[in-house]
């Protein structure tokens, strides 16, 4: 059984920096596809950031060039630096994996198997 564990978050002022980590365990990780999803109150919950298959990386518009995904096998962890933050992006960040997911479904949250408890990140203006 895959078990995700993130960590990271907190309140941070506009314009701060955070850095998420997700742990993963019961899995072999680097040819997984990880990715951080984010869901703000009232809202559903969106793709943030993907690391597709242990290789290529993706991103939301929102948070291209503040956001960069990075992972060390060796630690099964994925990380989100996220720099220039902004109030909007406000949310509970959840980390997902998944071992066959294909590319056309590497945005739908519901394409995936695992997933972790999620960690809030809180950006005051």
């Known amino acids: 059984q895959v078990q995700l564990v993130e960590s990271g978050g907190g309140l941070v002022q506009a314009g701060g920096s955070l850095k998420l980590s997700c742990t993963a365990s019961g899995s072999t990780f680097s040819r997984t596809t990880t990715t951080w999803f984010r869901q703000a109150p009232g809202k559903e919950r969106e793709f943030v950031a993907a690391?597709?298959?242990?290789?290529?990386?993706y991103y939301a518009d929102s948070v291209k060039g503040r956001f960069t995904i990075s992972r060390d096998n060796a630690k099964n962890t994925v990380y989100l630096q996220m720099n220039s933050l902004k109030p909007e992006d406000t949310g509970i960040y959840y980390c997902?994996?998944?071992?066959?997911?294909?590319?056309?479904?590497?945005?739908?949250?519901?394409?995936?198997?695992?997933w972790g408890q999620g960690t809030q990140v809180t950006v005051s203006s």
């Open positions: 997902a994996l998944d071992n066959s997911l294909i590319l056309s479904s590497l945005r739908v949250a519901e394409h995936y198997d695992y």
């Open positions: 690391i597709w298959r242990g290789s290529r990386s």
